[in-house]
């Protein structure tokens, strides 16, 4: 008989709904420290931090990721504004 590797078995389900989830990382943004709300669950540092990775889309991350998309923004601009004032300086085209 084979013997089953981990890597073969099923994932077991979360005891904690993304609610739950949800909830305990908003109370860590409120300012409650992480290793009390984890206490709190019963859970590792390592699982709150896993969770955070995954279900936090609003962090700092997204910000950055908002920020650099503004400035992004602001250069397209910047280019468009140049261009439209070097075609309007180099005058009217001939047409065909």
Request: aromatic fraction near 6%.
């Given at each position: 008989?084979?013997?089953?590797?981990?890597?073969?078995?099923?994932?077991?389900?979360?005891?904690?709904?993304?609610?739950?989830?949800?909830?305990a990382?908003?109370?860590?943004?409120?300012?409650?420290?992480?290793?009390?709300?984890?206490?709190?669950?019963?859970?590792?540092?390592?699982?709150?931090?896993?969770w955070?990775?995954?279900?936090?889309?609003?962090?700092?991350?997204?910000?950055?990721?908002?920020?650099?998309?503004?400035?992004?923004?602001?250069?397209?601009?910047?280019i468009?504004?140049?261009?439209?004032?070097?075609?309007?300086?180099?005058?009217?085209?001939?047409?065909?």
């Amino acid at each position: 008989m084979e013997r089953m590797r981990k890597e073969d078995l099923p994932m077991r389900p979360s005891k904690f709904t993304e609610d739950e989830i949800s909830e305990a990382l908003r109370q860590v943004d409120a300012g409650t420290p992480a290793v009390q709300v984890c206490r709190k669950l019963g859970i590792t540092e390592t699982t709150f931090y896993r969770w955070r990775n995954k279900y936090d889309r609003s962090g700092v991350s997204a910000s950055g990721e908002m920020r650099q998309l503004r400035d992004e923004n602001q250069k397209l601009k910047q280019i468009v504004a140049n261009l439209l004032l070097d075609n309007e300086r180099a005058g009217p085209r001939g047409k065909k």
